[in-house]
């Protein structure tokens, strides 16, 4: 359905926000921003899933995903 799509699009702009976040400086004012928006889009999606009962096998996995993407950029910037 519409929503199901919904969802699913919310989830692939986070994995895109994880993306720019690498090329992003660690800690700069467009690194807060995008990372904010990360993480909103992240609740974003999941109230969506929810809401309208549009829980998906597909929307389980990309959102397993940008969670991963995330959490491996963090850990690079914990490296670094």
């Known amino acids: ?5 919904m969802a699913n ?11 720019i976040l690498l090329f992003l400086p660690v800690f700069s004012l ?5 990372y904010l928006l990360a993480g909103f889009s992240d609740m974003a999606d999941g ?11 597909t929307g ?3 959102d397993s995903f ?7 950029f963090l850990c690079r910037v914990r490296c670094n």
Do not use: P, Y
Not at 9 to 19: G, P
Not at 47 to 57: D, F, G, M, P, T
């Open 1 to 5: 359905g519409q929503g199901d799509k």
């Open 9 to 19: 699009k919310v989830t692939a702009v986070r994995i895109l926000l994880s993306v």
């Open 60 to 62: 389980e996995r990309l």
């Open 66 to 72: 940008s969670c991963r993407q995330i959490r491996m």
């Open 30 to 34: 467009s690194f807060c921003i995008v």
């Open 47 to 57: 109230w969506i899933a929810r809401h309208w009962n549009l829980v998906s096998k």
